[in-house]
Structure formats: C-alpha cells, structure tokens
C-alpha cells in the first residue's frame, strides 16, 4: 500500500509535480488538502504518513490526532509553526530545507539594502506621479554604501553570504550571534560584537538573520533601534516577530533611524492599518526573499526526498527535532 503524503500550502496549489519528484523512491504522490478549517485539516492528516506543512499550524491537537505519521516536513527554514517538543513525544521526524535558498535570501537582504540606500522606491514614484523635480527633497540621508559598517545580527549561512556581497562594495562587517565559535568570524573576516545594543550603535546599516524562538521574540526592541546612528537603516529577512513592530515604529518617528527594509512583519499579512504602510523611508515586502525560478522548483523537491528518506528509514539532511532520534532509529547515508 502506498504512503499517504499530505500537503497543505498557504495559497492554491496547482499541481505537485516536484515534490512528486522527490517521492519517486517510494513510489508516491502527495495528496492536497483542501481543508479550510482544523477539523477539515485533521480528518485529511490523520491517517498521513508524512505532512508537508503550510496553513495550518502542527500543534498539539493536530499531533495527538496522528495515528501513524512519522515525519512533517516544511519546504521552508522557519519551524515556528510546528510544536517540536509535541513531535518529539509523538516519535515524529520533523524537517526543513535551511540550505535550498539561502542565496536567494542573501540577495534579497541586500536588495533592501541598497533600495533604502538609493531611495529607489521614493524615486521611483516621483518619475511616474511627474513629480521629476522633487527628488532632491527625498534624497537625504543617502549613505555612500561604499566602506559603510554593515552589522549582521546572526552568522549562520545566510548572513556569511551577505558579507560576501557586502565585501564587494568594501563594506566593513561586524556581526552578533552568541551561538558561533569565534573561527567562524575569523574565517569570514568579521568583526566579533558581544553586544547587540553596540552593534545598532555603530553599524550603518543592520541586517537581521534570526530564526524565531522563545529566546528571540521581540529581541530586536526600542533599546536596539533608539541606539541607531540617524542615518542608519534596519533590515530583517529573518522572521518578523524577533523585532518588535511597536518599538520600531515608535523609534522610525522619533526619527532615531533614517528607515527600515522589512520582508517580514509580526503579523503576516500586514492589517490595512499598520503605521509603516505610510512611511515613504520604509520599503516593504510580502516575506518573498526565498523565492526565484530555481529555488521554488527545489525547495519543493527537497521537501519530497526528505519525506522518502525518512519513510525508508533512512536520515535525512536536516533534522530539527534532534532529541526524536533517541526513539526514532534511522540509517545514516553517505551522501555525495
């Protein structure tokens, strides 16, 4: 008998021919969810023998419904969604792709970077609202890029990556992230910061790369940004909620930062009356930054491979909940 491999997006889903792909090996196709509700999504994943996350979060009263899943995958990094420990009692593997489109979000990072350095949206709307004349209005501050201080609050994968197109434009690069070995930095050329509030202080620019967990909600707060040079922008392509919203919109007000680059916000979609929708020093963008051509063709095969992976008993590249493998036994592959 077949797996029953379930997966439910956030948004249509018009086929799934690559994470088909990816289930090749044990001879699969995942089934959609339609389920516009919990109680919908639960009758669907009840008897699944693998999840592909999406709309509806993993939570307890969806895991104790499982009667035999034995892996939940997510096409994603990000497994705020999921209740790891409540996997881990369940013996559920549970797995993400934090290595398909880190290039993608490095580049999007420094996309805001330099859309807030150049004002490139401002302009943009002065061209085409035949508002050409005004633009020296809107031009200040506007940082030369070029030998600026970039601070990178994380240096896992995808901020490393940022420092490699920040050296291009001779950026100087420091970095906060209390979890890497000091050879990490030393590897990378980076400058060492153990405090967070310095690394706002001095950077002209601050990028955050935080996954989101008890220990970084709300991490990046008022005392962060109140510290800000004026000039100085905030840009997170982490995940929304590690800043918090209030405070950085209390501190672009009282002006103590020139503006902020933001792919994702504490409340996703953005209600229609968040203050930042009208400040023209903020650019913003709907949580994309992992997208392109070749990553969403990827990510979504990936996701099918770590499901077969996992239904042949075999390890896969990324687990999350590593505790599960104490009761979970599953064979190491030697990969190419």
Not at 43 to 50: E, G, P, Q
Not at 233 to 246: L, M, S, V
Not at 287 to 313: T, Y
């Amino acid at each position: 008998m077949p797996f029953k491999v379930v997966i439910t997006a956030f948004g249509p889903v018009s086929n799934t021919t690559h994470e088909n792909e990816g289930l090749k090996p044990i001879d699969t196709t995942a089934f959609v969810s339609k389920a516009t509700t919990e109680d919908e999504y639960i009758a669907d994943v009840k008897d699944a023998d693998a999840i592909i996350t999406g709309r509806f979060a993993i939570n307890e009263r969806v895991l104790s419904s499982l009667t035999k899943c034995k892996v939940v995958s997510t096409n994603g990094v990000g497994v705020d969604r999921i209740d790891l420990d409540g996997a881990t009692r369940h013996n559920i593997v549970v797995t993400n792709v934090p290595d398909v489109f880190i290039e993608e979000v490095s580049v999007h990072a420094f996309m805001l970077l330099l859309a807030l350095a150049k004002k490139t949206v401002v302009l943009d709307r002065l061209v085409r609202e035949g508002r050409w004349r005004e633009q020296r209005s809107h031009m200040s501050p506007m940082p030369r890029v070029v030998g600026d201080t970039l601070g990178l609050v994380a240096f896992g994968n995808i901020p490393r990556l940022v420092t490699e197109k920040a050296n291009g434009f001779k950026m100087n690069v420091i970095a906060w992230d209390p979890y890497q070995p000091d050879d990490v930095f030393r590897q990378h050329g980076v400058e060492r910061v153990t405090d967070l509030i310095e690394l706002f202080r001095r950077s002209d620019f601050v990028s955050a790369h935080l996954p989101l967990n008890a220990g970084t909600k709300g991490l990046l707060n008022y005392a962060c940004f109140s510290a800000m040079k004026p000039t100085g922008y905030f840009i997170n392509t982490g995940r929304g909620p590690t800043h918090n919203e209030a405070d950085l919109i209390r501190a672009l007000r009282e002006k103590k930062l020139a503006g902020a680059g933001l792919d994702v916000m504490e409340i996703e979609p953005t209600l229609p009356d968040n203050p930042l929708h009208t400040m023209e020093n903020v650019v913003l963008m709907p949580h994309s930054a992992s997208v392109s051509d070749w990553s969403d063709v990827a990510r979504r095969k990936r996701v099918g491979e770590e499901i077969a992976d996992v239904l042949r008993g075999r390890m896969p590249r990324f687990v999350v909940n590593k505790d599960v493998l104490k009761t979970v036994s599953l064979a190491e592959l030697v990969r190419a």
